[in-house]
């Protein structure tokens, strides 16, 4: 554990960084896959999982979570997918 005062404060502050990422990361990849099962059911609500899960990505990426090319061929594949 630290002594300096500064320390014990960048040691909580990554704490919460970290859960926020986490959290972010898994809300993007339970949006992926709500609309991959939504898709190979065949739903309805597919396009509307579609949008939310390029949501996320979009999110994502901008939050530095994933690099901006993975998160350009998640949203590819996932199109190409809703459009068979």
Known sequence: MPQIKSAMKRV???EKANQRNASQLSTMRSAIKK???AKTA?????????????????????KGL?????????KSRLNKMMAK
């Not at 994933?66 to 998640?74: F, L, Q, V």
Request: proline share 0%; glycine share 6%.
């Open 12 to 14: 909580k502050t990554i």
């Open 35 to 37: 609309f991959k099962a």
């Open 42 to 62: 065949g739903n309805e609500e597919a396009a509307d999982l579609l949008k939310a899960a390029t949501r996320a990505i979009d999110m994502a990426a901008t």
């Open 66 to 74: 994933i690099h901006a090319n993975k998160a350009g061929r998640d």
